[in-house]
């Protein structure tokens, strides 16, 4: 089913009123300490005390769709504000939204009791809502239109009989119409299968690093699972092969040693070392074709549970157009990715010195000899690719941190130092 929005009503413009000095606080609104203008686009009303506002958020650069379900009296849900002696209130984790969100959505669903419903916290741009342990409702925040990743991706995945991503059980599609009038359609939320137990991979790393204790059985897994999932993305999504691949890698990366350096101005002094790894690129002959990816993968975005591994998290960056995120790209980025955030893991756990550069090696090494020993073979020197797409990821850490944590700035330095000597 798919909910098409209606002409807001006086209701709903009150209820803006209500929400707009809500807004701001939330984690997940794009215009944080920006004096936004709000206004109300549209709502999917799914009761009568059910509603969603799509509100279209405005400031500088800025121009989001936001996703805000509203809940009218009594409830579970964080308590916004009133209206006409009713109480309003955020219907993201609220029984009566999760009750009605399940009853428009399509897909095989589930027997979880909406009452049980509990919102995760600490989640950036969405919001995620754990209901009655067995499933967990991620409720977009941001709209696009078109096929979100984090949905469209994993179905695929399963129907290609991947196991190691947490099933959809339902999902839910909305309609709009955008500024200028073009009918608009995409995703309002996924409803997937809970992973009971699990361990977030980041924080599993870094306790290991915090003990001292190897991470290589780990990270070979991880290599694995990622090699075979890479290996279901090109056979779900279409394949595309680029002629001046190698040329297209090293420019890229040149560009982003410019953009770095010039955030960074000490980076400069890599400049030879950068310049020899974009020579070993261009002397490749070809690239591999490039493909659907997870883009934005580390530690952080997959769990451990029954001895496994599962990937999850497949939006990439929400407010990024949907072409820039579903757009086909090498595999080996997502490696990099992964090794990426071993180096962090260590820092992050405690090691320092030898023994971190010691349980660095060792994981990474591990890492990407489990995934070579299940990827397809098609290599095309995935060492020189690897290693420069580690590059690039790292220059963006370097400025990231520069602006945000200078005190962790010599996190991604020390990866310099390896990756360009």
């Known amino acids: 089913m798919t909910v098409a929005a209606q002409t807001a009503t006086p209701l709903d413009d009150a209820l803006l009123g209500v929400v707009a000095p809500w807004l701001p606080g939330r984690r997940w609104f794009p215009a944080k300490g920006a004096a936004a ?34 809940v009218l009296g009594p409830g579970a849900g964080e308590l916004v504000g009133t209206l006409g002696g009713r109480e309003v209130r955020d219907g993201a984790a609220d029984p009566a939204f999760v009750r009605a969100w399940l009853a ?66 339902a999902w839910l599609e909305g309609e709009w119409f955008d500024p200028d009038g073009t009918a608009c359609r995409g995703y309002l939320g996924v409803l ?19 003990r001292g204790e190897s991470f290589v059985g780990l ?11 890479h290996a279901a993305l090109a056979r ?48 490749l002959t070809a690239t591999p074709p490039r493909q659907r990816v997870h883009g934005d993968l580390h530690l952080g975005q997959v769990l451990r549970a029954d001895d496994t591994w599962y990937v999850t998290d497949f939006e990439g960056e929400p407010l990024a157009p949907l072409a820039q995120r579903t757009r086909p790209d ?70 990231y941190e520069s602006r945000n944590r200078p005190t962790w700035l010599p996190i991604p330095i020390a990866a310099l130092d390896r990756l360009v000597s």
């Open 37 to 70: 203008q709000l206004t109300l686009t549209g709502v999917l009303p799914l009761t009568d005390d059910v509603r969603v506002l799509l509100v279209r958020a405005r400031a500088g650069s800025i121009d989001t769709l936001l996703q805000v379900p509203i």
């Open 104 to 169: 428009a959505a399509e897909g095989p669903g589930t027997d979880a009791d909406p009452a049980t419903a509990r919102m995760i916290t600490g989640e950036q741009s969405n919001t995620s809502v754990v209901v009655g342990g067995t499933a967990i409702l991620k409720v977009l925040r941001a709209l696009q239109p078109g096929e979100n990743p984090d949905v469209d991706v994993p179905r695929h995945l399963v129907a290609e009989g991947w196991t190691h991503v947490p099933a959809p059980l």
């Open 330 to 399: 090498l595999s080996v980025r997502d490696v990099a990715g992964l090794l990426r955030s071993i180096d962090y893991a260590a820092a992050v756990g405690g090691l320092t010195g030898d023994a971190a550069a010691r349980w660095t090696a060792e994981a990474r090494a591990a890492l990407e000899d489990g995934y070579a020993s299940s990827a397809d073979g098609d290599s095309h020197d995935s060492h020189v690719l690897t290693r420069a797409l580690e590059l690039d990821k790292t220059l963006y850490e370097a400025v």
């Open 236 to 283: 779900a999504f279409p394949r595309l092969d680029a002629p001046d691949g190698p040329a297209l890698v090293a420019d890229g990366i040149a560009q982003r040693f410019a953009w770095a350096t010039s955030a960074v101005p000490q980076l400069a002094t890599y400049t030879p070392g950068v310049e020899r790894v974009l020579a070993d690129v261009r002397r």
């Open 192 to 210: 997937s299968a809970f992973v009971a137990g699990a361990e977030d991979g980041f924080e599993l790393a870094c306790a290991y690093a915090g």
């Open 219 to 229: 990270a070979h897994d991880l290599g694995g699972v990622t090699a075979t999932m």
